[in-house]
């Protein structure tokens, strides 16, 4: 009885403490982040509730405050409303208080009333979960000492800083401060690992940041979202439901013309559109460039591919002065980043008519062809090609 009601070797509880800590990266992930903050899908009403359960077990955490300061990074994001970003606190200040900053932010009942609505109101919300997440989490202590006696609080411990450390800290800290960008996403969101294993998926943040009522965080053939297998293994067993995974571009090769569908399609896909400008006009265009180039231009134009990929969100003062050292030094990267530009400006005028849109698109083709930079004239061509997904019968 000394150990416990379960006496386990060394590894035994080391296992026991992983798969304690990855439910309730699980519960973060699907029924925190995906389901109750953004809508991406339907839980069953077993599945919810004992991810509410445990939650309150393990982190104490309260549904409709989580809901409301994570909607309202968004909406904020990279601001100084930002209820986190390391952008404007400091990475230091995220990773080592990044749960503090959401207590703080769960006090303020205007955020709560503006971001927190449709999350549970039931009995068990009111009069168990709410206001007493003290005693869920002195629950599990009790929990852990009776199941694995003394070693059960070094359990307790790690779950209890699992969260704050690499949700709170290392998701909101490092997710937009340091990795690879798929997505031209409007902050400084990263991925800060293609495999998302350890915190559920949410290493996949620029994924996430660039479709956030997207289901699924992966987005390349080689990545990984254990949380999406989580969803899709639930769905199976009639648990869980879909409602939205981010778009997937549809280019048709035998059309040649852009038309309404064609604006249509690009303005759906405009993240993914950048990303393949990035790919299929920049990088070439530079490493042309590159190749030409003294060593000094070399070097300049090697620091300017960074910002020229990652995308203007993440563009300081410096990055800013070495991108324009940079043009001014090549015609060809010039022209393809100010044709970059105006590609933009295409959603950013998405409030005006339609055939204003189509007009613009028509120009920028014509005109892109017209540049003799080969990667551009093929990029411009293939931009024709954009269709929107067929709809289900």
Same mark, same amino acid.
């Given at each position: 009885?000394?150990?416990?009601?379960?006496?386990?070797?060394?590894?035994?509880?080391?296992?026991?403490?992983?798969?304690?800590?990855?439910?309730?990266?699980?519960?973060?992930?699907?029924?925190?982040?995906?389901?109750?903050?953004?809508?991406?899908?339907?839980?069953?009403?077993?599945?919810?509730?004992?991810?509410?359960?445990?939650?309150?077990?393990?982190?104490?955490?309260?549904?409709?405050?989580?809901?409301?300061?994570?909607?309202?990074?968004?909406?904020?994001?990279?601001?100084?409303?930002?209820?986190?970003?390391?952008?404007?606190?400091?990475?230091?200040?995220?990773?080592?208080?990044?749960?503090?900053?959401?207590?703080?932010?769960?006090?303020?009942?205007?955020?709560?009333?503006?971001?927190?609505?449709?999350?549970?109101?039931?009995?068990?919300?009111?009069?168990?979960?709410?206001?007493?997440?003290?005693?869920?989490?002195?629950?599990?202590?009790?929990?852990?000492?009776?199941?694995?006696?003394?070693?059960?609080?070094?359990?307790?411990?790690?779950?209890?800083?699992?969260?704050?450390?690499?949700?709170?800290?290392?998701?909101?800290?490092?997710?937009?401060?340091?990795?690879?960008?798929?997505?031209?996403?409007?902050?400084?969101?990263?991925?800060?690992?293609?495999?998302?294993?350890?915190?559920?998926?949410?290493?996949?943040?620029?994924?996430?940041?660039?479709?956030?009522?997207?289901?699924?965080?992966?987005?390349?053939?080689?990545?990984?979202?254990?949380?999406?297998?989580?969803?899709?293994?639930?769905?199976?067993?009639?648990?869980?439901?879909?409602?939205?995974?981010?778009?997937?571009?549809?280019?048709?090769?035998?059309?040649?013309?852009?038309?309404?569908?064609?604006?249509?399609?690009?303005?759906?896909?405009? $993240?993914?559109?950048? +990303? #393949?400008?990035?790919? /299929?006009?920049?990088?070439?265009? &530079?490493? =042309?460039?590159?190749?030409? @180039?003294?060593?000094?231009?070399?070097?300049?134009?090697?620091?300017?591919?960074?910002?020229?990929?990652?995308?203007?969100?993440?563009?300081?003062?410096?990055?800013?002065?070495?991108?324009?050292?940079?043009?001014?030094?090549?015609?060809?990267?010039?022209?393809?980043?100010?044709?970059?530009?105006?590609?933009?400006? $295409?959603?950013?005028? +998405? #409030?005006?008519?339609? /055939?204003?849109?189509?007009?613009? &698109?028509? =120009?920028?083709?014509?005109? @892109?062809?017209?540049?003799?930079?080969?990667?551009?004239?093929?990029?411009?061509?293939?931009?024709?090609?954009?269709?929107?997904?067929?709809?289900?019968?």
């Amino acid at each position: 009885m000394l150990n416990g009601l379960l006496d386990l070797s060394w590894w035994g509880y080391v296992l026991v403490a992983l798969g304690l800590t990855h439910v309730t990266i699980a519960a973060v992930t699907i029924y925190l982040h995906r389901h109750q903050a953004h809508r991406a899908l339907e839980l069953h009403p077993v599945v919810s509730h004992f991810f509410r359960f445990w939650l309150w077990l393990t982190t104490g955490m309260v549904t409709k405050e989580w809901t409301a300061v994570h909607r309202k990074h968004h909406a904020r994001c990279e601001t100084e409303e930002d209820p986190h970003s390391p952008q404007i606190r400091g990475l230091r200040k995220v990773l080592l208080e990044g749960a503090e900053l959401y207590r703080i932010e769960s006090r303020n009942a205007e955020t709560l009333e503006k971001y927190g609505r449709g999350t549970p109101d039931d009995w068990l919300e009111r009069q168990v979960y709410t206001g007493r997440s003290k005693m869920g989490i002195v629950t599990m202590f009790i929990l852990n000492v009776l199941l694995f006696g003394p070693i059960g609080i070094t359990i307790w411990a790690v779950q209890m800083l699992w969260i704050p450390i690499f949700a709170a800290g290392i998701v909101n800290g490092v997710g937009h401060f340091w990795g690879y960008r798929n997505y031209e996403s409007p902050d400084a969101a990263t991925n800060i690992s293609p495999w998302g294993i350890i915190i559920g998926g949410e290493e996949l943040h620029n994924n996430h940041h660039a479709f956030p009522s997207s289901a699924k965080l992966s987005s390349k053939p080689w990545e990984f979202d254990i949380g999406w297998f989580y969803i899709r293994s639930f769905e199976i067993l009639g648990l869980a439901r879909v409602k939205k995974v981010a778009p997937e571009p549809v280019i048709n090769p035998g059309k040649h013309a852009a038309d309404m569908e064609t604006v249509k399609a690009i303005l759906v896909n405009r $993240l993914h559109v950048l +990303s #393949h400008y990035a790919k /299929d006009v920049v990088v070439p265009v &530079l490493r =042309e460039e590159a190749h030409k @180039a003294d060593t000094g231009c070399r070097s300049l134009l090697k620091r300017a591919k960074t910002t020229l990929v990652r995308g203007d969100a993440v563009m300081d003062e410096d990055d800013k002065v070495h991108l324009q050292a940079a043009l001014s030094r090549s015609q060809a990267l010039s022209t393809v980043y100010e044709y970059k530009t105006r590609l933009q400006d $295409l959603w950013q005028r +998405s #409030h005006t008519s339609q /055939d204003s849109l189509l007009t613009h &698109l028509q =120009e920028w083709c014509k005109q @892109a062809e017209e540049t003799g930079i080969k990667g551009l004239q093929d990029f411009a061509r293939s931009l024709k090609g954009y269709t929107l997904q067929p709809t289900a019968a």
